[in-house]
């Protein structure tokens, strides 16, 4: 039988899990020769999140934690890359995704595609016409594809400095 899992707001004792997630998961994109960064993050900014109720968990039955993820709904004043990634005119309600993070052992086993639908209805509930955004190093083939079966659709690739980033856009229904 598999375990049942919850996506909900992160709490403020877990704030600590997080950064520990976000550190371990950064090591190991690091030993895997991925340029992708997503951490560290401060403690502070982690604690401005879950107070904020704009930090996620994703939890199986008995408590145990198994991933983080931060989303926020945002502005053009407060995310000026909403106009730079031509989407300031196309979504109405404009959801920042960033940071999704899962337990290095546990990746592989479609935990992530699970903690996203469970991320979308979650947010469905609160807001129904929020529009999820994202972004990643657009050389990174195998996150673009794990974010196109995960329901997200390509906007575009965009240069920064020495790079592209790839954008996804998705509704929460």
Same mark, same amino acid.
């Given at each position: 039988?598999?375990?049942?899992?919850?996506?909900?707001?992160?709490?403020?004792?877990?704030?600590?899990?997080?950064?520990?997630?976000?550190?371990?998961?950064?090591?190991?994109?690091?030993? +895997? @020769?991925?340029?992708?960064?997503?951490?560290?993050?401060?403690?502070?900014?982690? #604690?401005?999140?879950?107070?904020?109720?704009?930090?996620?968990?994703?939890?199986?039955?008995? @408590?145990?934690?198994?991933?983080?993820?931060?989303?926020?709904?945002?502005?053009?004043?407060?995310?000026?890359?909403?106009?730079?990634?031509? &989407?300031?005119?196309?979504?109405?309600?404009?959801?920042?995704?960033?940071?999704?993070?899962?337990?290095?052992?546990?990746? @592989?086993?479609?935990? @992530? &595609?699970?903690?996203?639908?469970?991320?979308?209805?979650?947010?469905?509930?609160?807001?129904?016409?929020? +529009?999820?955004? &994202?972004? #990643?190093?657009?050389?990174?083939?195998?996150?673009?594809?794990?974010?196109?079966?995960?329901?997200?659709?390509?906007?575009?690739?965009?240069?920064?400095?020495?790079?592209?980033?790839?954008?996804?856009?998705?509704?929460?229904?």
């Amino acid at each position: 039988m598999e375990a049942s899992l919850l996506v909900r707001p992160a709490r403020p004792n877990e704030v600590s899990y997080i950064v520990d997630l976000i550190d371990r998961v950064q090591q190991r994109l690091i030993d +895997m @020769g991925s340029l992708q960064v997503i951490g560290p993050i401060p403690q502070e900014q982690v #604690c401005e999140y879950v107070a904020s109720r704009t930090a996620f968990v994703l939890e199986e039955d008995g @408590g145990n934690l198994l991933g983080s993820v931060f989303v926020s709904p945002v502005t053009v004043e407060t995310f000026p890359f909403l106009v730079k990634w031509q &989407l300031a005119d196309t979504l109405e309600h404009p959801w920042f995704l960033r940071t999704l993070a899962l337990e290095p052992a546990q990746q @592989g086993r479609g935990l @992530g &595609l699970q903690f996203l639908i469970g991320l979308k209805n979650l947010l469905a509930r609160s807001d129904p016409r929020a +529009m999820i955004f &994202l972004d #990643c190093w657009a050389a990174n083939t195998n996150l673009r594809a794990f974010y196109t079966r995960a329901g997200f659709k390509l906007h575009g690739v965009f240069p920064e400095h020495d790079y592209s980033v790839a954008v996804f856009t998705s509704p929460v229904v």
